[in-house]
C-alpha cells in the first residue's frame, strides 16, 4: 500500500504528465502506437491517399451495387480486404529490399531462413495478406448466395413435377397384367426373390 507521501508525490507527477493539449498536438500523436499498419483501427492511415481509398469503394459500389445492409456489410468487407491487401502489398515489397540490404551477397532464400526480425515480420505479413483474400472470397461468396435465394424465381426454371403414370412412352398395366403367364415374376432385388 502507498504511503501518504507516495500518493501525495504521484498526484503532482500526474499532474506534469497530461499529454499534448492543442489540436495539432493531439493530431500529430493520435497515431503513436502505429507501427506498420498491420492492426490498424483506421482505414486510411497517414502516408495513403484517402482519395485513393474513396476511388476504389466506388468503384466497389458501381460494381456490386449494394441493395440491403447485408449486401453493403458483404461488399464494405471486401472493400476493406482489398484494402489492407495493398497497403501489406507494399510493407511486403519494403521488407524484400530490407532483407536483401541487410543480408549483402545472400540470396533471398538465404535472407529468408534468417532469424531477423524483418523475415519474422515478412511471413507474418504475407500471412495476413492471405488471410485478407481469404476474407474477401468468403464476402463475396456470401454476397453472391444472397443474392441467389432472394432472385425471384423463373417459373420455367423450376423443375416440372409431372405423374410417372402419364408418360406416353409407358403403356399402363393393371393388376391382372402382372399376373399375366408371358411376364416373369418381378424380382426383388433386396431380397433376391419374387415379390409374386
Known sequence: ??????ITANRANAQKSTGPRSVEGKSATRFNALQHGIDAAA???PGEDPAAY???AADYRRDFRPQTPSEIF???TMLRADWMKRRLQLVEADLYRTLLTETPGSSLAAALLSESPAAKLLARTQRQIAA???TWHRANT???RARAEDAPQDPDDSPQSFDPLELASFPQSTNDDL???DMPPAINP???HSCL
Do not use: N, Y
Open 190 to 192: 433386396e431380397r433376391g
Open 43 to 45: 482505414v486510411v492511415i
Open 54 to 56: 474513396e476511388a476504389l
Open 132 to 134: 485478407f483474400e481469404r
Open 142 to 144: 456470401e454476397l453472391r
Open 179 to 181: 399376373h399375366s403367364p
Open 74 to 76: 458483404h461488399v464494405d
Open 1 to 6: 500500500m502507498a504511503s501518504p507521501a507516495q
